[in-house]
Structures are given as structure tokens and as C-alpha cells.
């Protein structure tokens, strides 16, 4: 009998025991049931989100295409169409011919790779000078010319301007290149780069007779590579974009640039009217070069512009 009571006992304690273990699990389930929920919904809302913004940032380039794919005659409906009705690839054949983008390609990218190429000398000496020698003023120069990154570029134009036709620079290359040479942005972003190299290997360079140039070439560019990369195609990008300048300096034909060359290429001489298919056929063709550079390139310039954020 005694058994017995015992047994009922051990049961009865045992009954709550696993109804509070159930109803632990089962509050432990719902928490985590909201949990699922809410990530779910979280996401949905970020992606609904990341689209949204997606589809404002591609609209233009997708109304571009449109637009060169379109005639004259559909491009001023009054009411916009959101797909050729037919579809005009002859658009590119007139933009290349009409516009002489032969020569506006040949220009630009001739003033392109040379003021690139001289615009990397100028940033890697500079920056290897402040980042790793000692001179009098060191500090004091270099925070001037950060104090000059503050002033906007459109007060030099005048300035530059007058300089450049008192030098009789106008309608010449060395007009669209000399006077960008120089970016001090370029020259920081570098120097903050070469600072994370260890100044243990430059000290044991110059114990082993290393000249500082041969140190440079050697060491500090190979490890400063994307940030160089990132330099490159930031300074073509400018160069190719570039617009108020060239259209100030050049006023010849064969001068221009494609950005200021495109502007009146397609505009009939004696009604005025501008075939804007054509010059949107135009804008994509030009566009292209810059969107397969960032498309191949991208993760070059986000990881030298990351790197060149962090010292140490």
C-alpha cells in the first residue's frame, strides 16, 4: 500500500512538471514563430526598398536606350511611349556619322590616358614625399593643400582661364590637359595608403643602400596597386566626363572632346530642330566605354578607396 502511495506521488509530481516543460516549449516556439515573422518582413521591406531605388537609379538609362531606339516622330508624342513602337537601329549608324565620334573618341581618349598617366607621377611622388620623407613644413604644406580641396573648382575657372590664353593654349591638347594635372584628393587618398606600409621597411631599405625611388617602384606601389587602380579609372572617368572646360577652351571641330561635341552635332543648321533619337543613340554609345570600365573595375576602386580609409 505504501508502494502504491509513492508511486502516485512520484506521478503527481511529475504530471506539472511536464506541463510546464510544455508550455515553456511552447511559448519558446511562438517567440520564435514572431521572430521568423519579423525577419521576414524585414527583409521584404529592405528588398522592396533596395528595388524602389533600383528601378529611380536605372529609369534614365533605360529611358536613354528607349529614347535612341525611337523616331522623331514617336519622340514627341505627346503622350510618352515606354517601348518603341518600331524600333530604329539605324539611330547609332546616323549618331557615328553624323557626330563625328571617330575623331570625339580619338580626342578624348588621347587627352584621357595622357593626362592619367601624367596625373599618377605627380600623386605617387607626392605622396611618397609626404607620406615617408621628413622636410621642413612638411605638416603646414600639406594641410594647405587640403585647405584648398574646400574652395569649388569653378572659382579657378576664370583664373585659368586668362592664364591659359595668355600662354596661347587655346584649341590645343595641352589646354584640356595640363590644367587638371594636380589633385590634391588623389594626392590624400594615396598618401593614407602608403601610411599603412610599415615604416620598418623603409628604414631597413635605406640601411641596405635602397634609393628611395627604387624603394617606391619596389615596395610601396605594388602594395598601394588598388588604390593606384582606383586613381586610374577615377581620373579617366573625369576626363572623359568633362564638360565646361572643353567647351570653353575648344571651339574648333577637331579639338573637342565628346562631351561638349555631341551638344549641337545634331541639330539641322537651317530649322533649328534637333533629332534627339539620334543624339540619345549618341549619348548611349559614348556612355558605354564608362559603364564597362565601373562594370569590370568596381571592386578595384570600393577596395583602394576602403583601403586607403584605415591606418595601421
Known sequence: MSEVNSNSNINEAVTPSKTITTMVERDMKKVSNAQLVKKILSNVAIYLFLIAIAI???????????????????????????FPEKI???????????GNLGTLFINTVYVGVVSTIFSLVITVLSAFAFARLEF???????????????????????TNYSTVHKFGWMNTYTVLIV??????????????????????????????????LKYLWKVMIPLAFPTLISITILKMMGSWNSYMWPNLVTKSENMQLV??????????????????????????????????VFLFFRKYIMKGVSRSGIKG
Open 56 to 82: 529611380i537609379v536605372l529609369f534614365p538609362f533605360y529611358w536613354m536606350i528607349i529614347s535612341s531606339l525611337k523616331s522623331l516622330e514617336e519622340y514627341k508624342l505627346s503622350t510618352p511611349t515606354l
Open 88 to 98: 530604329m537601329f539605324v539611330n547609332y549608324v546616323k549618331a557615328f556619322s553624323q
Open 136 to 158: 621642413k613644413g612638411k605638416d603646414t604644406l600639406f594641410a594647405l593643400l587640403l585647405a584648398t580641396m574646400m574652395i569649388p573648382g569653378e572659382l579657378f575657372t576664370i
Open 179 to 212: 590644367p587638371f594635372l594636380v589633385s590634391v584628393f588623389y594626392i590624400y587618398l594615396l598618401k593614407q595608403n602608403f601610411l599603412q606600409i610599415p615604416n620598418e621597411l623603409y628604414l631597413a631599405a635605406k640601411v641596405d643602400g635602397t634609393k628611395d
Open 259 to 292: 562631351t561638349n561635341g555631341l551638344r549641337n552635332a545634331f541639330t539641322e543648321a537651317t530649322s533649328g530642330e534637333t533629332d534627339f533619337p539620334v543624339q540619345m543613340a549618341a549619348v548611349a554609345i559614348v556612355s558605354a566605354p564608362l559603364f564597362v
